[in-house]
Every structure is written in structure tokens, then in C-alpha cells.
């Protein structure tokens, strides 16, 4: 009986995977493989919350195998070994995956595939997470885009509502012996913090569509206004489960777009401000596979000689732990704390007050985020940092600073996310809640501290360090 290997990465799902598709089409039994090999990530490794997620999204994998007979094989170190090894016991004669598109990945993958294919062994590789490869929308002058619009309007323009792959009918899964336990690989944290997240999120191919299901039914009709307003569930939060592959962008429209039909035509939900945010996760990805250096060099250079402030352990571990003395900056970090996750207006101000008000540099605040976000994802961070300071593709123009007592004035005006999330500050009159600092007697009773710096004050000292800047 002729055997393939199916290695999964982040693509955790039966369902509308390529790969899985392909290899049991093509081969008459197909042995599920995971291989933990966070030091292949080249400096990006999963931080805390994305192992926690990682595990749990793992383990529902496996319970979905072991309901069409079958078991996840997991070995951890080198891949290209830990794949030789097993291709040897197994007698497989091929290895099907789909592909990832940070930098290290693709330099590894290829290697794999010429060092497979040097052996005689099948090697193929699948689209699984995107709508579009990166290399397949260009400018007229083929080359890349560093504009978002353009760029959603060439990859709309080839879009289609697709049916998403079923799980394989031919899906006859092999067993091998020489598996680690899932628990070896040590993903959970040894000191129970992660109640928040047990609480707000169901990893897995299931927890996913279940959130698709809410936001179908409740949300979407409501995106356009509802998206802004961080006290509400008025976004998809399904931004963990595509990262992990535990659903695909062409569910997530083919799904959308069908509840769209099944409603009267008056009432019928606009889906497509939401597509165009699934949007920008392609173009992240588009950039990443273009410019390869961004999560740690400016996209753009002038940027290299702007004049950020000496890294300040104290500002930042204020900054982290939601005590800047800012409400919604502190509430949106507490969220993430808690969460591991915050809502995306909120990740804008919290990043322009980290970037412009504290002017640290925003690679700190990228690699806070990536351990503490169960949606890290290095495309999506990488632009959404660079966005916000000034220094990316498509950026925010540098002397855009969010004013976070306007935005939570505007965004939050009964303060229900800032009550949510600052305690102490839950009984204080709304007309104070957004800027407690008017009533010193009130931080006194709370507890809760000054702001670090005044808004007004550190916006001007940005500004003029961006005329520097630009000479």
C-alpha cells in the first residue's frame, strides 16, 4: 500500500486543505505528521500565547484524526531529519505540505524539497492560507505594490466565491510508532496564567467555524459601525484561527458570502468592508515575501536616522502592564494581557502612544506583541507596527498621532470597555473617566496612576523629531 507523509505547520485543519486533498488523491494512505522546530524560525519562534494556542490547536487536530481513524505523529528537532528518519521507517515515497510565507520558512522549505527530490522522494507543496501567492499580483511595471488600495483593487478584481475542499472521502490515515506525547513539547506555561485566554477562545478546526457561525449570524450586518467600538464583539476574532490554518480565507468568503444569499435582499449584509480587511492580511503577506527584512529594518529609510528615545525599561514595563496612566492605552494592554488579544483600533492607539507619545521604538512594541498575542503573526505585526510609527509601506504619514482621550471619547463614550478593563476606575463619573487626571483626588482614591506624559507636550516633541527626520 503506497504511503504518503502530509506535514502539518500552521495549517491545522481537515477541511479545505490542498495538501491533504492532493496526497490522498494521489496516494493510497496518508500519515499525519507534526514536527516542532521553533528553532528553524530564525529569531521568530512562537512567543508564550502563540504556544499556548498551538497547543491546544494540536490537540483538536488530533481529536479530529483519531475520529477518521487515524493518530498525529509528532517529533520535534530538525526537520529535514526528523522527515528523512520517518520517510525511512515508513517506506513513504512522498511528502505533501502547504506552504508558509515568512523568509526563514521559505529558505528552509526549499531546501527541503531539492534535499527530498535528491533522495527520490516526492515533494509538494500547496496554498492553503492565502487567496493569492504573493507573486501573483504585481504592478503593470511587475513589480511589487507598497500601496494597499491599488493593490485590493487588482487582487479583488480576481476573486471569486469558491467552494472550500471537503474533508477527503479517500481519507485513510496511517499509524506508525515512535510519536511524542503532545505534553513533551512543553508549549503550556509551567505557572498558570492563561485563564483569561481559556476563557475567551476554542482553539481548533471546530472553534473556528463555530466563530465564523456568530459572526455570520450577529455581526457581519453590523461590521461597519460595530468594528470600531471595542466594548463590542463587533469583529470576526478569527484572526488566531487563520493564522493557525484552522480556517481559510476562501471559507471564511465562501461562508459570507452564502448567509449574504439566504437573507432578503434589503436586509442582505455588505460582506465586503470585511473582505477588504481579510485584504490587508494578503497584502502583509505580499510584503513579507517582497521585502524579507521588514520585521526588523524600516521599510522605509529615511526612517533609519529618525531620532527615537533610549530604550527605558521602566516606560516600557508601564506600557505593558497597562499602568501608563492613559485609560484606553492601559485598557487595551490589560486586555491583551488577559486576553491575548486586543481589539484592532485599540492595537493603533496603544502602538501610536508607544511610538510618537514615548517615541520607543516600535520594534519593542512588535516584540511585545508577539509574545503576548495569540494572533501574532510576523506579516501581520511587521506592517501593522510600521504602519502606525510612520515607517512602513502604506504608512500613516508620521505627524498622524491618535489622541487617545479623543478616540475613547469618540469610540468608548460610556467608558464600558474602560470600566471593563480598569477596575479602579469603574465607579468614576464618565465625564471623568476618560481623563481621571482632572481629579487628583480620584487617582489618590483609585489607585490609579498620572499619565506618564502629557499628550499635548509629547505630540510636539514627536513632530519635531520627524522634521529632523525628514531633513
Known amino acids: 500500500m503506497?504511503?504518503?507523509?502530509?506535514?502539518?505547520?500552521?495549517?491545522?485543519?481537515?477541511?479545505?486543505?490542498?495538501?491533504l486533498t492532493a496526497a490522498c488523491t494521489a496516494y493510497e494512505q496518508v500519515l499525519p505528521l507534526y514536527?516542532?522546530?521553533?528553532?528553524?524560525?530564525?529569531?521568530?519562534?512562537p512567543g508564550a500565547a502563540s504556544c499556548w494556542w498551538l497547543h491546544h490547536s494540536l490537540a483538536s487536530l488530533q481529536r479530529g484524526l483519531q475520529a477518521h481513524g487515524g493518530e498525529l505523529h509528532i517529533q520535534q528537532g530538525d526537520t529535514l531529519a526528523a522527515l528523512s528518519a520517518l520517510l525511512e521507517q515508513t517506506g513513504a515515497g512522498a511528502v505533501y505540505w502547504n506552504r508558509l510565507y515568512e523568509p526563514a520558512a521559505i529558505k528552509r522549505d526549499t531546501r527541503i524539497k531539492a534535499a527530498l527530490r535528491e533522495q527520490g522522494i516526492e515533494a509538494h507543496s500547496s496554498n492553503a492560507a492565502l487567496w493569492c501567492e504573493p507573486w501573483q499580483i504585481a504592478?503593470?511595471?511587475?513589480?511589487?505594490?507598497?500601496?494597499?488600495?491599488?493593490?485590493?483593487?487588482?487582487?479583488?478584481a480576481q476573486l471569486s466565491v469558491t467552494a472550500p475542499l471537503p474533508v477527503p472521502s479517500s481519507l485513510r490515515l496511517s499509524k506508525t510508532k515512535g510519536s511524542m506525547p503532545l505534553e513533551s513539547l512543553a508549549l503550556l506555561p509551567r505557572i498558570s496564567w492563561d485563564s483569561g485566554l481559556r476563557e475567551a477562545w476554542t482553539p481548533g478546526e471546530q472553534g473556528a467555524q463555530e466563530m465564523l457561525e456568530l459572526f455570520g449570524d450577529d455581526a457581519i450586518g453590523d461590521y461597519v459601525q460595530a468594528r470600531d467600538l471595542p466594548a463590542r464583539h463587533g469583529t470576526s476574532r478569527l484572526s488566531p484561527h487563520?493564522?493557525?490554518?484552522?480556517?481559510?480565507?476562501?471559507?471564511?468568503?465562501?461562508?459570507?458570502?452564502?448567509?449574504?444569499?439566504?437573507?432578503?435582499?434589503?436586509?442582505?449584509?455588505?460582506i465586503e468592508p470585511y473582505l477588504r480587511q481579510l485584504g490587508w492580511r494578503e497584502f502583509a503577506h505580499h510584503l513579507l515575501y517582497h521585502f524579507p527584512r521588514t520585521p526588523t529594518d524600516n521599510f522605509n529609510p529615511r526612517f533609519d536616522g529618525f531620532r527615537w528615545t533610549a530604550a527605558d525599561e521602566v516606560l516600557l514595563q508601564r506600557w505593558q502592564q497597562g499602568r501608563t496612566g492613559i485609560p484606553l492605552v492601559d485598557a487595551g494592554m490589560r486586555e491583551l494581557w488577559h486576553t491575548g488579544w486586543m481589539h484592532n483600533r485599540v492595537r493603533m492607539i496603544v502602538a501610536s502612544f508607544l511610538t510618537k507619545n514615548l517615541r520607543q521604538h516600535w520594534q519593542h512594541g512588535a516584540r511585545w506583541f508577539w509574545d503576548t498575542l495569540v494572533d501574532a503573526d510576523l506579516a501581520n505585526n511587521t506592517l501593522g507596527w510600521q504602519w502606525v510609527a510612520g515607517c512602513g509601506a502604506d504608512a500613516a504619514p508620521y505627524f498622524r498621532v491618535f489622541n487617545p482621550v479623543t478616540q475613547s471619547l469618540k469610540f468608548d463614550p460610556q467608558g464600558i470597555y474602560l470600566r471593563r478593563w480598569l477596575p479602579e476606575l469603574a465607579e468614576a463619573p464618565t465625564a471623568l473617566l476618560h481623563e481621571p487626571w482632572k481629579d487628583p483626588a480620584l487617582l489618590k482614591r483609585s489607585g490609579y496612576p498620572a499619565p506618564m506624559v502629557d499628550l499635548g507636550a509629547s505630540r510636539a516633541e514627536a513632530l519635531a523629531a520627524y522634521q529632523l527626520a525628514r531633513g
Open 35 to 45: 514536527i516542532h522546530a521553533p528553532d528553524e524560525e530564525a529569531g521568530w519562534a
Open 242 to 270: 487563520l493564522h493557525f490554518g484552522e480556517i481559510s480565507p476562501r471559507q471564511i468568503h465562501h461562508a459570507l458570502h452564502a448567509q449574504a444569499l439566504r437573507v432578503d435582499a434589503k436586509r442582505r449584509p455588505d
Open 139 to 156: 504592478t503593470k511595471q511587475d513589480e511589487p505594490y507598497r500601496v494597499f488600495t491599488p493593490y485590493w483593487r487588482n487582487l479583488r
Open 2 to 19: 503506497t504511503t504518503a507523509i502530509l506535514l502539518f505547520r500552521r495549517d491545522l485543519r481537515l477541511a479545505d486543505n490542498p495538501a
